[in-house]
């Protein structure tokens, strides 16, 4: 089998020169920003804790005295970036989130039951990566491509595939949030997937407590309940419904204000999610609960987006698409007042300064509404049917 080639009137070109300006347009952006790309620097930081045995969760890096968030799994797999320099670690980040955006768009065209060529792949990748949330993925130096990768690839494996959910528990064992999915894999009774899921997640923690037994210890018994170590709840950037709820009503710390409508969402996107007779919509309100309903969701973290918009584009909801790639695409929520001010916004401030988790409630309702209206049609068919058949007999 020959591979094709790529010629100037090939189908391909525009589409592969499309993706050489976007790319060269984000690195001279990032060359004239400086872009720092902090949070490359504290995986850094985090890898190197590992080889030289210090305290994994006793320091800060950067201006913003970043420490580490991660269970200690995560930092076993920051080692290989230890010894590289601040330039190369950049160039690192940069080129390994452009792959991973690629594969996110193809696993994306997969969820949603359609082959991405490479025409489709390069254009989607273009500009996909002035969402914003794959933007800041971009600016922070952040593994969420990698995240949603890992879940999505291994949810469009073939149903009975080798290991099918082991990745999962991988993800989850990184970055705790994709554990949701081991619940949406029992609530759709494919229990054999999530006990492959819960098995790598408890292997990530086994050899996590196997090398850095001290930091293990640290982690699962203190830093993971310490959820001021990952931020303010009530900033711009964190687009959660804690976030929102904390932003609509001044208050820095909502409590239960906010657990009680999380649990709330989390019950309905979990209950819908099991329910959905296509598999995409089951996997997408998974992955929107888990962006609503997590304490702190930051921006970037709504990657989610780029799936979002290939599903909607798959079924034929261009509208819908549309107005999703422009709600991602338009930041507003830099527009309103921030660095402080966020608990002090007006009422017309409030959309703008958390168009993310809105949105997801929105599906949420969306498909709710839909699921309800499609019961009553069937319920209301079956009845007409039952009363033809009455006045047969």
């Known amino acids: 089998m020959t591979a094709r080639k790529v010629t100037l009137r090939s189908p391909a070109a525009p589409a592969l020169a499309l993706l050489v300006v976007s790319f060269a347009a984000l690195a001279v952006l990032f060359a004239v920003e400086r872009v720092q790309m902090p949070d490359a620097v504290v995986y850094q930081a985090e890898g ?104 999505l690839w291994d949810l469009t494996r073939p149903p009975g595939a080798r290991g099918k959910g082991v990745l999962i528990g991988v993800a989850t064992g990184i970055k705790l949030t994709p554990g949701l999915f081991i619940v949406y894999l029992l609530l759709r009774g494919r229990r054999r997937e999530a006990a492959a899921a819960v098995a790598g997640f408890a292997g990530t923690v ?96 709504w990657v989610w987006c780029v799936p979002l918009i290939a599903v909607l584009l798959a079924e034929g909801r261009r509208a819908w698409a549309a107005a999703t790639a422009v709600l991602f695409t338009a930041r507003t929520l830099w527009m309103v007042p921030n660095k402080g001010q966020e608990l002090h916004l007006s009422w017309w401030q409030q959309p703008p300064a958390s168009p993310y988790p809105l949105l997801g409630l929105t599906v949420l309702a969306a498909v709710a509404l839909r699921q309800w209206s499609g019961r009553t049609r069937a319920g209301q068919a079956s009845s007409a049917s039952s009363s033809s058949a009455s006045m047969i007999r």
């Open 206 to 301: 086994a050899v996590g407590a196997l090398v850095l037994p001290a930091a293990g210890v640290d982690y699962w018994t203190r830093r993971l309940f310490e959820t001021h170590r990952v931020g303010k709840p009530w900033i711009i950037a964190n687009q959660s419904l804690q976030g929102l709820v904390a932003r609509l009503l001044g208050e820095p710390s909502p409590g239960l204000a906010w657990l009680l409508p999380a649990v709330a969402v989390a019950a309905a996107g979990l209950w819908l999610a099991g329910r959905m007779r296509q598999e995409r919509w089951g996997v997408l309100l998974t992955g929107l609960t888990a962006l609503l309903v997590s304490p702190i969701s930051w921006s970037h973290h």
């Open 48 to 151: 190197a804790a590992v080889v030289h045995g210090r305290d994994l969760y006793g320091f800060t890096v950067t201006q913003g005295r970043l420490p580490a968030t991660y269970p200690p799994f995560a930092a076993l797999l920051f080692v290989p970036v230890v010894w590289l320099p601040a330039a190369a670690l950049k160039a690192a980040f940069f080129a390994g989130n452009a792959l991973l955006l690629a594969w996110l768009v193809h696993l994306s065209a997969r969820l949603a039951g359609h082959r991405a060529g490479l025409p489709l792949l390069c254009a989607a990748t273009a500009l996909a990566v002035w969402l914003e949330p794959v933007f800041q993925t971009f600016v922070y130096g952040q593994i969420n491509l990698a995240i949603v990768c890992l879940v």
